[in-house]
Structures are given as C-alpha cells and as structure tokens.
C-alpha cells in the first residue's frame, strides 16, 4: 500500500448563508501543509503500533514474566477429563500427561502428541514406580488399576487400596503396598502387580485407625501414617521398627539418598531409626512436600503462601520465596538436585531457583500465558528440558542449558 500526497482539492460553491454575517462565496484551492499530514501519519503509526502492543500483552499474561516456551505441544483435540500430571519416561524419549480418564503419550524432539491410553475407570492419583515403567491409580474408591506403561499392559486390578491412601511401589518396582480393610484385618498389604496376589500383611495401627498415606522408600522400611501417628514398619520381619505421635495428614514423602521421612506436619525423621533431625518451619498446614533426587533439600509450601528450602545436612530451613504464592502443581528438581522449578499459580509464572544462591526471587523466570492454570512441572531426565502442562493438557516445552 502506498501513500500519495494529494497537490489540490476545493470547496464546491454554496449560497450565502443568510443572517448578519453572509459567508463569502467563491472557489479556494486547499492543500494541508506537509506539516499535518506527517503528524496525522504519525499518529497512525503510534495508534498501529500501540494497538499491535495491548494485543500482544493481552495475548500473552500482561507484563512480560520472564522467558517464553520454546515451543507448545498440543493433543489434536482438548479433553474434558480434568487437569494433568506429568512424568518422563526413565530415557527422557516420552512424557506421559495424567488424567481422570486416561493418559496422553507425547514423543519425539521437538514433542508431539502420540497415542492416548484410555482407563479403566476414572481415577484421581497415579503412583509410578522408581523405573517409571508401571503407575497405579486410585481414587477415593476402593481399588486400584494398575497399568505396566512400558509395555501398554494392563495388570491385574486391586479391590483393596485406594481410598485416603495411595499406593507405594516397592524400590524395585515389583511390588505394591496398599492400605489394607483395617478394623480386624490388617492395615497395609503387600501385593504382587503381576498377579493381583497378597504377598504379605501387617497391622499397624489400633483398631478403627485408618492408613492416610504409604511411602516404600528402602526394602526395609515401609512407612504409614494415620492422622495421629508416623509408623515405620520392616516387611521383612513385620515389625514395627518405630512410631511417633503426630498430626501428618495424609502426606508422607520419604528419601532413600536422604535417608529420611517428612510428614504433613512439616517434621524431619531418620528412616533407620525414627530420630527427629527437625522441622520444617511453615505457618500452619502443609501443602506439599518434595525432595531433591539426591535427598540433600526439601521443599516445602504451606499456608503462609512462601515456599522453603530446607536442607537435610544442616538441618534447618536455608531459603524462603516470600514473593510467590502457594504452589499446589509440585516443584520440579532438576536430575543434580542443583535447580529447582517453583511455580506460581497466581501471576502465571515459573521461578528456577538455584539452590547455591543467596537469591530468593530465582535466578531465571518463565513465562506462562494468562489464561492457563498449570496443574504439574516435570523436568527431562538429562536435565535438558523443563515441561509444564495446563487443563487441556497443552504442554509448553523450555530448553535448559547445560
């Protein structure tokens, strides 16, 4: 499109306008000096460019939050069954999006949606073993379908489990606690995913005691809470190895390489013997809990809305984040426990925050767009990728330097 400057124009002759002062009558050449068609060019130009602006930031969460995705992989359709969770494939070749109702299989580099693998029956928690090779689901129903992912096999389903407590793989992977009926029977019970069949059984709490959550870190130490005790339990003996009074909730994540267990109730304990080693120092209630791959630092959110780093060495609570707000997706470690991704929910972003450095507001920010909840983060396992995915199972992609 060109612009040509017009050389003339006129006013078309008009009768006098009656009254006490007449308007003259007669032709007039007109032309607007340069001066006013360069500003009315300008003007446009701003009007295009400012507008092309909003319509970017609109687009786009706003203020500029840090670094834009690579790159979105997408499934051809969106699906209606709920917000994913993520997990990598152990070669980092796949990265599986969990559902209610199914899971979504993205493959290849860059990523692309490859197959989707519908359940059985709805469900709400997926547990996957060390090898990532198998995943249970449960729900608050009874029961638990269990799924050899590697393979696309779907093993035996389980009408014990589920319910308040989700299952705990073995750190082979080859076999599966569950909570058991409780009252007269026993309260976790081992099972062999091949075959569906109980291996083994052990009464841990009081009679009408309810198991609230199962965590198998080491082959000797299968640990259980209810919403008064954490009790660690020798499957090979049967015994109860040690117990503490508490208020955990339902969440019990455990470490090998730490060789340590955190509770909802933010308190520390040796796997070996039960020694309290601390506390990790959140305002009330916690939200989430997550160790580093080598167990050095644990993560932890709770309702005073600031994340903290607490370090297992030392102790005591080495970091807090003040300026994000609750985490309920989970952060993602990086494979050297080096770098972790906490994002935040409520202005749309991802920090990576060094755990080497006296920075609490990260040393790296993504960006994530305005309209999209993040349900879960994921990091590759070489450490190269960093993936998010939000309701619709949209999938954005960050390449990582080493």
């Known amino acids: ?81 709920g917000a994913g969770s993520l997990q990598w494939s152990a070669d980092g070749s796949q990265l599986y999006v969990v559902d209610a109702a199914g899971i979504d299989v993205f493959s290849g580099t860059p990523l692309e949606f490859a197959e989707r693998i519908e359940w059985a029956r709805p469900n709400q928690v997926a547990t996957w073993s060390a090898d990532r090779a198998k995943v249970a689901l449960s729900s608050n129903e009874p029961g638990v379908e269990l799924w050899d992912i590697e393979s696309r096999e779907e093993l035996p389903a389980l009408d014990a489990g589920g319910g308040s407590a989700a299952p705990a793989w073995s750190p082979d992977g080859e076999t599966i606690a569950i909570a058991g009926a409780g009252g007269d029977g026993d309260d976790v019970v081992t099972v062999d995913p091949r075959t569906g069949d109980e291996l083994d059984g052990f009464d841990v709490f009081e009679r009408g005691i309810q198991v609230l959550g199962i965590a198998w870190p080491t082959p000797d130490r299968i640990i259980a809470v209810s919403y008064n005790s954490v009790t660690a339990i020798d499957p090979g003996t049967g015994e109860i190895v040690w117990a503490h009074s508490a208020q955990p909730d339902n969440l019990v994540v455990a470490s090998a390489e730490a060789g340590a267990v955190a ?140």
Request: aromatic share 10%; no cysteine; net charge negative.
């Open 1 to 81: 499109m060109s612009i040509s400057r017009a050389t003339s124009t006129w006013w078309p002759e008009r009768p006098a306008r009656t009254g006490k002062f007449p308007t003259p009558v007669g032709r007039a050449e007109y032309a607007p000096p340069m001066p006013r068609r360069l500003v009315a060019l300008i003007a446009a130009v701003v009007v295009v460019v400012v507008g092309a602006v909003l319509i970017g930031l609109a687009a786009f969460g706003g203020d500029d939050h840090g670094r834009r995705p690579d790159y979105v992989a997408e499934r051809p359709e969106p699906v209606s069954s």
């Open 263 to 402: 509770d909802g109730d933010g308190r520390v304990y040796t796997l070996d013997d039960g020694t309290e080693l601390g506390h990790v120092s959140v305002v009330s209630y916690v939200k989430a809990l997550d160790w580093s791959p080598d167990g050095s630092w644990l993560m932890a959110s709770g309702d005073d809305d600031r994340p903290q780093l607490w370090e297992t060495a030392a102790a005591e609570t080495t970091h807090e984040y003040p300026s994000w707000e609750p985490y309920k997706a989970g952060v993602a470690w990086s494979p050297d426990s080096q770098l972790v991704a906490i994002p935040d929910l409520y202005d749309r972003r991802l920090m990576i925050a060094d755990v080497n450095s006296d920075d609490d507001d990260g040393s790296d920010e993504l960006w994530i767009p305005e309209d999209v909840v993040l349900t879960d983060t994921a990091w590759s396992p070489a450490g190269d990728r960093l993936v998010a995915v939000g309701e619709g199972h949209i999938v954005f992609v960050w390449a990582i330097a080493g």
